[in-house]
T-cell receptor, first 111, second 114 residues
């Protein structure tokens, strides 16, 4: 099974940088995803890591260390619209790719 | 279709009634998931369909919950004898079943059990 931990809440200032951490324990790993979910809306895909290292996509970057069971999502040049919940999800390689989600980190961006 | 469609978007029912929630995934996506999300909480896995394989039902909370996926496309989640604790948003997602297998979510069905 999967055990995924991420902080419940974070607050940051507009224009700043914030790092959201995710640690996981898994019986079989086949990729880690970050999704963004605005209040009252469905989650949308942000990033995917399957190999160690940093994946950069505009203002957002995601890092993975498989040996440490650790990932982070880095958001640069924060904007008010980045206020949302950020969900870490791990895909299982023992069950044809089932994804299990953490409880999410609610990020509040303040002026 | 272009996206994942779910219906109804909102359902209010009385305790003890049965409800059916429908999900129409993206055409060609072989994998389909149902998750449940209570207010302010994360996504709770319910059931997973992948192609013609037997579904993974390990997340269904009780035998009152069941799901079917007909013809490898549309799925229906049925909750029998609803309880107040079943109140939540039920999210359906589909994915290609290969490659990165990114999930695309529907807008959800909000269930309120009175």
């Amino acid at each position: 099974g999967q055990n995924i931990d991420q902080p419940t809440e974070m607050t940051a200032t507009e224009g700043a940088i914030v790092q959201i951490n995710c640690t996981y324990q898994t019986s079989g790993f086949n990729g880690l995803f970050w999704y963004q979910q605005h209040a009252g809306e469905a989650p949308t895909f942000l990033s995917y890591n399957v190999l160690d290292g940093l994946e950069e996509k505009g203002r957002f970057s995601s890092f993975l260390s498989r040996s440490k069971g650790y990932s982070y999502l880095l958001l640069k040049e924060l904007q008010m619209k980045d206020s949302a919940s950020y969900l870490c999800a791990v895909r299982d390689n023992t069950n044809a790719g089932k994804s299990t989600f953490g409880d999410g980190t609610t990020l509040t961006v303040k002026p | 279709g272009a996206g994942v469609s779910q219906s109804p978007s909102n359902k209010v029912t009385e305790k003890g009634k049965d409800v059916e929630l429908r999900c129409d995934p993206i055409s060609g996506h072989t994998a389909l998931y149902w998750y449940r999300q209570s207010l302010g909480q994360g996504l709770e896995f319910l059931i997973y369909f992948q192609g013609n394989s037997a579904p993974d039902k390990s997340g269904l909370p009780s035998d009152r919950f069941s799901a079917e996926r007909t013809g490898g496309s549309v799925s229906t989640l049925t909750i029998q004898r609803t309880q107040q604790e079943d109140s939540a948003v039920y999210l359906c997602a589909s994915s290609p079943g290969t490659g990165a297998n990114v999930l695309t979510f529907g807008a959800g069905s909000r269930l309120t059990v009175l």
